[in-house]
């Protein structure tokens, strides 16, 4: 019984863990939106800026899969 | 992993998401040691083979009009080139060759696990954290070794109020420690996520009612797996110019 309410939590946990993916996936989707906005203004300028396009990319993105591997070490780990 | 999955019972999946990834010795089925030859140790062969195959081969009778294989290479070589000398600066271009390796390494690593039953290497964090600890170690000790004491003056910022700057330098070096694991994991998390998500659709694929939607979205995901390699080769090894810059650029603060 007590085994079987640890594997609950360790799923409900994991699943909860999973929401912070949501905050990256705003992240992200913030960064390309306003970088497609500034380049569609001036396009012009826009090649210069990808390398800072992608590295912002990386730092958002970095945070919600560090929610997903506590989701990982919940399910296969704990 | 595979007896959890068929265990559970019910969810009707022939096969786990996360079986692809269990590290298997090559020969046999005795126990993974150091030195145990594994798929891991297979696979990144196979990965250094192709870049050999590559960079060597294929630009062994250079051109003037390049071959096929030998144009690839020139692109890889120029885009690589223009990102370090863009990001980490005309001192940093003396390291492009390490960043170079780890670009075509980790590209070539991702486009390999692309093929059915191969395995791949970057999903798993040993790998990405040998690598990323190797340009921690790295980008460290060649700021040390350029600008001596003068590096640790990244963490104390001048421009912040002078209250707020004990503060700023724990958050500081508490980010720079960090940096190894954001790196690392970000491949290895990137890579792992899309691999089981191809799986787990899949595995939708044996349902015979929602069989051609599962397996048009495989499709899909497959397509979006081939860009994710190229995607996360490309941050990896920006990422690295970027700390680069930090150990071989002006000090601006």
Not at chain 1, 2 to 26: P, Q, R, S, T, W
Not at chain 1, 65 to 78: D, E, N, R
Not at chain 2, 54 to 74: C, D, K, M, W
Request: hydrophobic share 55%; charged share 10%.
């Amino acid at each position: 019984m007590e085994g079987e309410i640890a594997a609950l939590g360790k799923y409900i946990g994991a699943g909860l863990a999973a929401f912070g993916l949501g905050g990256a996936g705003i992240g992200v989707g913030n960064i390309v939106g306003n970088f497609l906005a500034g380049a569609l203004r001036n396009p012009s300028a826009a090649p210069g800026q990808t390398a800072n396009l992608f590295v912002g990319i990386a730092f958002a993105e970095a945070l919600g899969i560090f929610s997903f591997l506590i989701a990982l070490l919940l399910m296969f780990a704990v | 992993m595979a007896a959890e999955g068929t265990a559970e019972g019910g969810s009707g999946f022939s096969i786990h998401p996360m079986d692809q990834f269990i590290v298997k010795p090559l020969w046999g089925d005795g126990p993974v040691g150091t030195f145990t030859v594994t798929n891991v140790t297979l696979w990144m062969g196979v990965a250094l083979l192709c870049v050999f195959a590559l960079f060597v081969l294929a630009t062994r009778h250079r051109g003037i009009i390049p071959t096929r294989l030998q144009s690839v290479a020139e692109v890889f070589y120029g885009f690589i080139h223009n990102m370090v000398e863009e990001v980490a600066g005309h001192d940093g271009v003396k390291y492009f060759p390490y960043v170079m390796t780890l670009f075509l390494f980790i590209l070539l690593s991702n486009l390999l696990g692309l093929l059915p039953m191969s395995f791949t290497t970057t999903s798993h964090v040993a790998v990405t954290a040998s690598l990323a600890l190797l340009v921690f170690f790295g980008v460290t000790l060649i700021g040390i070794a350029r600008k001596g004491l003068g590096f640790f003056s990244m963490f104390w910022v001048s421009s912040a109020p002078l209250a707020l700057r004990p503060v700023l330098a724990v958050i500081e070096i508490i980010s720079y420690i960090m940096r190894p694991v954001s790196h690392s994991i970000r491949l290895a998390g990137n890579l792992l996520a899309g691999h089981a998500v191809l799986k787990v659709f899949a595995g939708f694929a044996s349902m015979a009612i929602i069989s051609p939607l599962a397996i048009a979205g495989a499709v899909g995901i497959y397509a979006l797996e081939v860009l994710v390699a190229f995607v996360q080769a490309y941050v990896f090894t920006i990422l690295t110019c970027v700390y680069l810059k930090d150990a071989v650029g002006d000090a601006h603060h």
